[in-house]
């Protein structure tokens, strides 16, 4: 058994109830097996094995009181995972869902991805077994300030600064941070994804989706193509999916699809952005109203038929292993020649590689949806030097991150030997500078 092989099996031995994760750093690891070949030096100073353990976990109790007078008890998450090339930085996700395997999973991918933004930024993230959903504004305030009260002793500026995830947007940022405020009695830029009144950055809220796009354009013209008049498929109707969808149709693209977790909307006339945007971002309704507004879309129960729907490029937006092996057979039967992950991990490792095999261009997450973080990174920027930048100043930094990503790791894939690879190409750019700060910095 070779040396990734070998951690793998330890890490599935010490956490067997951890698959989300194990699913993460095998894809991870075996991308990176040219690299620990290259360097035998990496085995004896077991940089995987450090690799893979996270720096600091934190778990804690959660306990508010529902509008009903009720005591309510959730569980809390940070996993502080590698802080080699700066402070940890990773979102916080409140969802059901939410456990260790799945924290530790995103924490490990962040760590790849804040490399790759070239940004000095480190990985982690966090969250919550808590859904927001139907709740009141009341209750998620007192649960946004339940959890800050535990979590303010472990994060800092210099630390380790949240920003959001799924079900994590600009109402949580806003309760966790005045509760931070009040607690630690500072006002500095310990979480982002801020509000502009208190210092946020102009183009967070539309980084990760505008990013991704920036990406899928770039990749295309390196092919001598371009998004104008292709057909897509966005999966999910939150932050990402819908900045996505914006700068996709501002290209000339045409989205047809998209969905929430009960079901999907297909227009085959192209999706009225306005119309999701008065739903999801104002009303916080199900995507099903759509088709009762808009004659022309259907909307059909459950998330998988989506995947049936014939389009050019699929970025699955939503959440983690959306895509099947079968659900990417259909979609390359139907003709699709690009995939750009916008949430994390949505393909699974089959899918990947049902992908790859039929030589669909595949822009992973830690790569594609790398423009939120790297733009929360411009955000502690701002907030360091008591600044704000234009939008326009923002959102050029994040097309040239978003760019430069992309030829970084088009390169390292052919260095290596795996050209056009970009799963292994952005593993493998991503932890050559983490492996380099680790190694430099001594067995810690
Ligand atoms: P939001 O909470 O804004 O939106 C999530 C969307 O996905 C909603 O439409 C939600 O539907 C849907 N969804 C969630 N779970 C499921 C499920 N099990 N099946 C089907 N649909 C589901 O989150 P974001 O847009 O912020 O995040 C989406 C993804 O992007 C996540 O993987 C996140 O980690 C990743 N990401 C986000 C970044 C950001 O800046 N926000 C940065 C980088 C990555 P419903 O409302 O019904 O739950």
Redesign the pocket.
Known sequence: MDYVESVLEELKAKDPNEPEFHQAATEILRGLRPVVEKHPEYERAALLERFVEPERVVMFRVPWVDDGGKVRVNRGYRVQFNSAIGPYKG?L?F?P?VNLSIIKF?GLEQIL?NSLSGLPIGGGKGGADFDP?GKSDGEVMRFCQSFMTELYRHIGQDTDVP???????GREIGYLFGQYKRIANEHVGVLT?RGLSYGGSLA?TE???YGLVYMVEEALKCRGDGLKGKTLIV????????YAVEKAQSLGAKVVA?????GYIYDKKGIDLAVIKQI?EVERG??KEYAERVKTAEYHEG?RGIWAIPCDIALP????N?IDGESAKLLVKNGVKLVGE?????TTLDGIAVFQRAGVVFLP?KAA?????A??ALEMAQSSSRLFWPFEEVDAKLKNIMINIYHNMDRAAEEYGVKGDYVAGANIAGFMKVASAMMSQGIV
């Open positions: 979102g996700r969802h869902s995103l991805k959903k920003a959001g995830d799924i079900g994590v947007g994804g967070r980084a990760t989706g999966s999910g109707s939150g932050n990402v999916a819908i998209m969905y929430d977790s009960n999801k199900r995507i998330c937006c939503a959440t983690q959306e916008g949430a994390n991990m949505p997450a949806n790398a423009g939120g973080v733009t929360s």
